[in-house]
């Protein structure tokens, strides 16, 4: 066969003549698949963004697209409604996140493997499982959260259809589903803190408090700085949990800036308008991100 | 710069095609596969039509492919976006939707006009052909769906309050049976998804505004959502959630089947005309229970009929096979035989005169002891005026539910929020408000 002859050969020429080209021969698949889906899109959506179909006609109108967006009311809505559910549930989630990761590496605790799977096992379940168990449990009229808030003489509780509630619903539900992925991520972390530092602590008289704050804390931080970065991201982003449980309602109470983008190019064909949405989003990830890697560097240093 | 010459290359392969298909030989072998996009029953009323349409095309074969609704909007619309690229030859597309892809996607389908669809016009109700239809005359859907307003209630409900349905000539006597109603059997008069978090939950108001002769938009693709029609509809809305005889129950299939089957009792279910069957196949056990006539009028005298949506048959720009594809669409639809199957197999309400008129499409049924297709043939031939969805119809349904949504939910004014809503209509879409 002529392939066995000639592949021994071109290895050879390769090996040979730029040994340089290897490495960037094994990162080509990834480069090019990096090229087709992340920077042509991104690309093409800067593009879009500056464009509108006007009578089937591709346009461009420049930053019209960036001009209404800065008087759409409903775009300030989605962007308070996505920063108030940033504020309350990163740190709600990180906090259990931690106390979560303490308890998991306890030697006072039994079946450690158990608790560990059972808190992280939501992290993969699909969104539309997710969403099914979520509708279902939240249901007013026969959910079971509501079934057992009667059971012990509560009132009945509109989860889903009362613009507070609604965001309380898509909190509790991002909770569920994330908390366990942080709570891998700190306990990995925690696991790598000598355990001298406990007992030389324990020795000269430390309360665990003060082992928590001057050890464990101080410990963590790296994990920290990376769930908070990581969780803001992917609230800033948030879509699935108000698309599959509230479809952004009632009233747009849960409406995100994802949501919104969605909206405008599916459910409207306003793929220009939807394009400066995502890039306007960017810039405030980029932007918060950028905020919050400082000030967590600088207090570490 | 790129993008420009990617339309312009498109455009140009669409052109060929087209005068390519034009052209062909009418008495040549077709042969090939086309695919056909549809969900549930208006998918098995296609797929009932396949066997007659291959033995005048033996050499084609047809998939109907059940893609689910809502998902077929997204699946079109991702394609659309794409060049028209991974969709099937012939897309079952909605009245809310073509309007808005025959605009934004010149190219996505096919002009049927070029291939003699014009000849069928005369056979369709005028303002459902309209809707399928380029401002310039070009012809993007042959309709297939053709829905009219289904007033459905409960005799036995009524019968037990003592009220006569045939006293009810507008809504506002409705809405005096609706309080009776409630007091004698604890049955709410309607539902309605309050919070519009499952579907949006505009049928209603979509309903009484059309029995006004009014829209979201008036012929002029003016916004007249915020009128005195639009604002009579809220208005009753309200009065009816304020008597509380409106149940909140979230939308979707699943409740809609619960209050056909009597397991949650509503006294009236304003529908459309594709529910009959519906009410026959899944409720088979409340036969008898349910009665069927036109809706109220809201103005004494007024109108009492209703276009309420329908779809279409369109081919996609990009098929390979648009010859085959517009074949079968001229045959389920434009032929007694290809529409009598289709029925046979879907029950979807067609809207192909030659059909209508057909022996056997008038006939009783034992279940409402009603001739049901004669309600909605009445209501065709009423004057209803044609519905201007426009391209921003997704917009403005979806304001008016917000709008609706502050009303059921915290009492909201409907004028104010009402104007409100148009008003971010307007400046979403730039297009005026009428006067």
């Given at each position: 066969?002529?392939?066995?002859?000639?592949?021994?050969?071109t290895?050879r020429?390769?090996?040979?003549?730029?040994?340089?080209?290897?490495?960037?021969?094994?990162?080509?698949?990834?480069?090019?698949?990096?090229?087709?889906?992340?920077?042509?899109?991104?690309?093409?959506?800067?593009?879009?963004?500056?464009?509108?179909?006007?009578?089937?006609?591709?346009?461009?109108?420049?930053?019209?697209?960036?001009?209404?967006?800065?008087?759409?009311?409903i775009?300030?809505?989605?962007?308070?409604?996505t920063?108030?559910?940033?504020?309350?549930?990163?740190?709600?989630?990180?906090?259990?996140?931690?106390?979560?990761?303490?308890?998991?590496?306890?030697?006072?605790?039994?079946?450690?493997?158990?608790?560990?799977?059972?808190?992280?096992?939501?992290?993969?379940?699909?969104?539309?499982?997710?969403?099914?168990?979520f509708?279902?449990?939240?249901?007013?009229?026969?959910?079971?959260?509501?079934?057992?808030?009667?059971?012990?003489?509560?009132?009945?509780?509109?989860?889903?259809?009362?613009?507070?509630?609604?965001?309380?619903?898509?909190?509790?539900a991002?909770?569920?589903?994330?908390?366990?992925?942080?709570?891998?991520?700190?306990?990995?972390?925690?696991?790598?803190?000598?355990?001298?530092?406990?007992?030389?602590?324990?020795?000269?008289?430390?309360?665990?408090?003060?082992?928590?704050?001057?050890?464990?804390?101080?410990?963590?931080?790296?994990?920290?700085t990376?769930?908070?970065?990581?969780?803001?991201?992917g609230?800033?982003?948030?879509?699935?949990?108000?698309?599959?449980?509230?479809?952004?309602?009632?009233?747009?109470?849960?409406?995100?800036?994802?949501?919104?983008?969605?909206?405008?190019?599916?459910?409207?064909?306003?793929?220009?308008?939807?394009s400066?949405?995502?890039?306007?989003?960017?810039?405030?990830?980029?932007?918060?991100?950028?905020?919050?890697?400082?000030?967590?560097?600088?207090?570490?240093? | 710069?790129?993008?420009?010459?990617?339309?312009?290359?498109?455009?140009?392969?669409?052109?060929?095609?087209?005068?390519?298909?034009?052209?062909?030989?009418?008495?040549?072998?077709?042969?090939?596969?086309?695919t056909?996009?549809?969900?549930?029953?208006?998918a098995?009323?296609?797929?009932?039509?396949?066997?007659?349409?291959?033995?005048?095309?033996?050499?084609?074969?047809?998939?109907?492919?059940?893609?689910?609704?809502?998902?077929?909007?997204?699946?079109?619309?991702?394609g659309?976006?794409?060049?028209?690229?991974?969709?099937?030859?012939?897309?079952?597309?909605?009245?809310?939707?073509?309007?808005?892809?025959?605009?934004?996607?010149?190219?996505?389908?096919?002009?049927?006009?070029?291939?003699?669809?014009?000849?069928?016009?005369?056979?369709?109700?005028?303002?459902?052909?309209?809707?399928?239809?380029?401002?310039?005359?070009?012809?993007?859907?042959?309709?297939?769906?053709?829905?009219?307003?289904?007033?459905?209630?409960?005799?036995?409900?009524?019968?037990?309050?003592?009220?006569?349905?045939?006293?009810?000539?507008?809504?506002?006597?409705?809405?005096?049976?609706?309080k009776?109603?409630?007091?004698?059997?604890?049955?709410?008069?309607?539902?309605?998804?309050?919070?519009?978090?499952?579907?949006?939950?505009?049928?209603?108001?979509?309903?009484?505004?059309?029995?006004?002769?009014?829209?979201?938009?008036n012929?002029?693709?003016?916004?007249?959502?915020?009128?005195?029609?639009?604002?009579?509809?809220?208005?009753?809305?309200?009065?009816?959630?304020?008597?509380?005889?409106?149940?909140?129950?979230?939308?979707?299939w699943?409740?809609?089947?619960?209050?056909?089957?009597?397991?949650?009792?509503?006294?009236?279910?304003?529908?459309a005309?594709?529910?009959?069957?519906?009410?026959?196949?899944?409720?088979?056990?409340?036969?008898?229970?349910?009665?069927?006539?036109?809706?109220?009028?809201?103005?004494?005298?007024?109108?009492?009929?209703?276009?309420?949506?329908?779809?279409?048959?369109?081919?996609?720009?990009?098929?390979?096979?648009?010859?085959?594809?517009?074949?079968?669409?001229?045959?389920?639809?434009?032929?007694?035989?290809?529409?009598?199957?289709?029925?046979?197999?879907?029950?979807?309400?067609?809207?192909?005169?030659?059909?209508?008129?057909?022996?056997?499409?008038?006939?009783?049924?034992?279940?409402?002891?009603?001739?049901?297709?004669?309600?909605?043939?009445?209501?065709?031939?009423?004057?209803?005026?044609?519905?201007?969805?426009?391209?921003?119809?997704?917009?403005?349904?979806?304001?008016?539910?917000?709008?609706?949504?502050?009303?059921?939910?915290?009492?909201?004014?409907?004028?104010?929020?009402?104007?409100?809503?148009?008003?971010?209509?307007?400046?979403?879409?730039?297009?005026?408000?009428?006067?």
């Amino acid at each position: 066969m002529t392939s066995s002859k000639l592949q021994p050969a071109t290895r050879r020429r390769w090996r040979g003549s730029s040994p340089r080209l290897t490495p960037y021969l094994f990162l080509l698949p990834v480069l090019v698949l990096f090229a087709g889906f992340k920077v042509y899109p991104y690309l093409y959506a800067a593009w879009l963004s500056l464009t509108k179909i006007i009578k089937g006609q591709t346009t461009f109108v420049g930053l019209g697209n960036y001009g209404r967006l800065a008087t759409d009311p409903i775009f300030y809505k989605a962007l308070s409604n996505t920063l108030i559910i940033l504020i309350t549930q990163v740190p709600l989630m990180l906090g259990l996140a931690l106390l979560l990761a303490v308890a998991f590496n306890s030697a006072l605790l039994k079946f450690r493997a158990f608790w560990r799977t059972a808190y992280f096992v939501p992290i993969v379940m699909g969104l539309v499982a997710y969403g099914i168990l979520f509708s279902t449990l939240l249901n007013s009229h026969h959910g079971l959260v509501n079934f057992l808030l009667e059971a012990v003489g509560l009132p009945r509780v509109p989860w889903l259809a009362d613009p507070v509630w609604a965001k309380v619903s898509i909190i509790i539900a991002l909770t569920w589903h994330y908390t366990g992925n942080s709570a891998v991520i700190y306990l990995a972390q925690l696991q790598s803190i000598p355990g001298e530092l406990y007992e030389a602590a324990e020795i000269d008289g430390a309360t665990a408090w003060q082992r928590f704050w001057h050890i464990t804390l101080p410990g963590l931080r790296p994990a920290i700085t990376l769930t908070v970065v990581l969780s803001t991201i992917g609230t800033l982003q948030l879509f699935d949990e108000p698309y599959v449980l509230t479809n952004g309602g009632p009233n747009n109470a849960t409406l995100t800036i994802g949501m919104y983008l969605y909206q405008n190019g599916f459910k409207y064909f306003d793929f220009g308008y939807a394009s400066a949405i995502g890039y306007v989003l960017t810039g405030i990830i980029g932007v918060i991100a950028l905020i919050q890697f400082r000030f967590l560097r600088e207090k570490q240093a | 710069m790129f993008a420009a010459t990617v339309r312009l290359a498109r455009l140009a392969l669409a052109t060929t095609a087209l005068a390519t298909l034009a052209t062909a030989a009418p008495a040549e072998e077709l042969t090939g596969t086309i695919t056909v996009w549809s969900w549930t029953a208006p998918a098995d009323g296609l797929e009932a039509a396949v066997a007659g349409f291959n033995k005048l095309h033996p050499g084609v074969t047809v998939k109907v492919e059940d893609v689910g609704n809502p998902a077929i909007w997204d699946k079109i619309t991702a394609g659309m976006a794409a060049g028209g690229a991974g969709l099937a030859d012939v897309l079952n597309i909605g009245i809310d939707y073509i309007g808005n892809y025959i605009e934004t996607f010149p190219t996505g389908l096919v002009n049927l006009s070029e291939v003699g669809a014009n000849d069928l016009a005369a056979q369709f109700p005028s303002g459902m052909w309209a809707s399928g239809s380029s401002a310039d005359g070009g012809v993007y859907g042959i309709p297939y769906e053709v829905n009219t307003s289904g007033f459905f209630y409960r005799k036995d409900l009524f019968d037990q309050a003592g009220v006569d349905i045939n006293t009810i000539a507008t809504w506002d006597d409705l809405l005096e049976a609706g309080k009776k109603i409630k007091e004698a059997t604890g049955a709410p008069l309607i539902s309605m998804d309050k919070a519009a978090t499952v579907a949006d939950s505009a049928g209603l108001w979509q309903l009484l505004t059309n029995l006004q002769g009014s829209f979201y938009f008036n012929a002029a693709g003016e916004i007249t959502m915020n009128g005195p029609a639009g604002l009579r509809s809220l208005e009753w809305i309200k009065k009816a959630n304020d008597a509380g005889v409106v149940a909140d129950i979230p939308g979707g299939w699943d409740n809609f089947m619960l209050q056909i089957k009597g397991q949650t009792n509503v006294a009236v279910i304003p529908a459309a005309s594709w529910a009959a069957g519906v009410f026959e196949n899944e409720a088979p056990d409340m036969a008898g229970k349910w009665g069927l006539r036109l809706p109220p009028a809201v103005e004494a005298g007024g109108l009492t009929a209703a276009i309420s949506g329908g779809t279409y048959l369109s081919v996609a720009g990009t098929s390979p096979n648009k010859q085959a594809a517009w074949e079968f669409v001229k045959y389920a639809m434009g032929t007694l035989e290809g529409q009598q199957a289709t029925y046979a197999g879907g029950g979807m309400f067609p809207g192909f005169k030659p059909m209508l008129e057909s022996d056997g499409f008038v006939k009783k049924s034992a279940y409402f002891d009603a001739e049901v297709n004669k309600f909605f043939i009445d209501e065709l031939g009423q004057n209803t005026p044609t519905v201007n969805y426009t391209t921003d119809y997704a917009r403005a349904l979806k304001a008016y539910t917000d709008a609706q949504t502050q009303v059921l939910l915290s009492g909201a004014d409907p004028k104010t929020v009402l104007d409100e809503a148009a008003a971010l209509v307007a400046g979403q879409t730039g297009r005026t408000i009428a006067n």
